[in-house]
């Protein structure tokens, strides 16, 4: 898969974009997403982020970290976050920006190997830790790479192992349900279940499914794979963050 938005991502950082990055979707207008929102600052992130990155604990893994902007924030507060990020562009510009522990694979295939020695990617540092975190974060809208409801599932059922007793899995999503105020939501799959493709430089990544819940449906699937949902901020524009626990017993 062609790694356009990493490009974009890698072009920005040494100063040379080329153009805009583009956002196709199969319900609207294309949108514009400006490169320069993976590189903000901690003053110019939103409460929404804020908030979680000061709910992080523990051990922390940063999925899809882009280009490394909460790792920063969180290891300059001093805590323990690896970065894993599937793109090796993202991967290389985390690096050159000075995240410290980055693993350049996709989550789903991720597992942890015990060691203390660091070894070398194509496009990063990749440093095996003990196994077990205390916190996974995703943001903006990184539970998305979920893709689906029944890859939601899947995601929680693979959470579990990657946290220790005690762990959390902190994420913010939306519920889009205001894009069908005027027209029929689709019959064939769930209407947060979104087509996206990125465009940048005359070139298009294939096109991809991303993951909008709503809180009720959020929720129900939580509690059948043995998690439970806190929704600790909304910002008043579909947004929430939600904390989600494992019960002790299934």
Known sequence: MKDVLGQAISDYHHRQPKGKLWVNNKYGPREEMPVKVYFREADDMPELEW??????????????????????FLQKMKHDVTALEISPKSA??????????????????????????????????????????DTLLL???????????????KFLQYARRLLRPGGQLLFDSSDIAYLYRRKKRPADHYYGEIQYQYEYDRQQSDWFSWLFIDKTTLTSIAA???????????DGHDQYLAKCELFSKI
Request: include cysteine.
């Open 139 to 153: 943001l903006m809208n990184g539970i998305g790479l979920a893709a689906t409801l029944v890859g939601l599932r």
């Open 224 to 234: 059948t794979e043995g998690w439970s949902i806190e929704i600790i901020f909304e």
């Open 92 to 133: 290389s510009v985390m690096q050159a920006r000075g995240v410290r522990k980055i693993i350049q694979k996709d989550f789903f295939s991720f597992e942890e190997q015990p060691s203390s020695e660091g070894t070398a990617s194509s496009s990063a540092q990749e440093t095996p830790l003990p196994a077990g975190f």
């Open 51 to 72: 908030i979680a990155l000061q709910k992080c604990r523990g051990r922390i893994l940063d999925i899809g970290a882009g280009a490394g902007s909460h790792a920063l």
